[in-house]
């Protein structure tokens, strides 16, 4: 191969260089979707800056398509960008080892602010009812050291995450979709929360958490379950941080 040629495929197109590297079955976008990832999640990043980072995690797709038609900060959706968003939320993530049930019917799926709490110091928002009530009821029996680290999250944050972490895998949808719920597949957007312990950072989202006093507390309580356990049928990794609103 000519060192031009290299230096292209390595440099300017990452998804086909890492494709060498990775499972012979993993799907990855195409390179025209590659391109069209990067230019979206980077104005993902600034629709969140725009609108802040706790009402990012409830704005609809409308209202985003709306904040970004309207102000030059974030810049209009590219027809391109819209058809991938379309794509990666109603496509079957079946093919790319995720079997969970989907939960979110419609990309342009409401959350009403009557229907959800903002947690205090959290950056957070709960769904009223039994997922606020059983976060309460962990602080009261786990202790003050649990903290709320992700709540409600609508399509637009679900995208956004799910983007997000395609673009770290270089690409990489069926390894992505085994950390991160696809935007229509996601307990976050009907009633699950995650929680971790105050201070300990990126480690609440690792098997570490696993480990520790507040997740054996956890587990003997009746009113809450883990969604994702260990070798679970859904394909995702284990998170022992994922409460299951019973």
């Known amino acids: 191969m000519k060192r031009r ?7 300017l197109t990452p998804v086909f260089a890492k ?15 590659w391109k069209n990832l990067v230019s979206l999640n980077l104005r ?7 609108v802040g980072y706790a009402n990012f995690n409830i704005i609809s797709y409308t209202s985003a398509l709306y904040y970004a038609r309207n102000y030059s900060k974030i810049g209009d959706f590219t027809k391109n ?12 993530p079946n093919k790319y080892g995720f079997f969970g049930i989907k939960t979110c019917m419609h990309i342009e799926n409401e959350v009403l602010s009557k229907d959800v709490s903002k947690i205090p110091y959290t950056g957070h928002y709960l769904f009223k009812g039994q997922p606020e009530s059983d976060y309460k009821n962990l602080l009261s029996d786990v202790g003050p050291t649990l903290v709320l680290t992700s709540g409600v999250r609508n399509v637009i944050k679900q995208l956004s995450l799910y983007i997000n972490k395609i673009y770290y895998l270089h690409g990489n949808v069926t390894e992505a979709s085994n950390s ?11 009633s699950d929360f995650d929680v971790g312990i105050k201070g ?3 480690k609440n989202f690792t098997a570490d958490f696993a480990t ?4 054996y507390k956890m587990r ?18 284990f998170e022992p941080w994922h409460v299951e609103v019973l």
């Not at 993902?44 to 725009?50: A, E, G, I, P, W």
């Not at 960008?81 to 079957?92: Q, Y």
């Not at 520790?212 to 997740?215: P, R």
């Open 5 to 11: 040629d290299f230096l292209f495929t390595t440099v």
């Open 19 to 33: 494709k060498l590297l990775a499972n012979e079955t993993d799907v990855y976008l195409s390179n025209e979707e």
């Open 44 to 50: 993902l990043k600034r629709l969140r800056r725009f």
């Open 81 to 92: 960008e819209l058809l991938l968003m379309d794509k990666l939320f109603h496509e079957n």
């Open 180 to 190: 991160i719920a696809p935007p229509a597949y996601s307990y976050h957007t009907i």
């Open 200 to 202: 300990w950072g990126y």
């Open 212 to 215: 520790t006093d507040e997740f």
């Open 220 to 237: 003997t309580l009746d009113y809450i379950s883990m969604r994702y356990d260990e070798n679970n049928n859904d394909g995702v990794r």
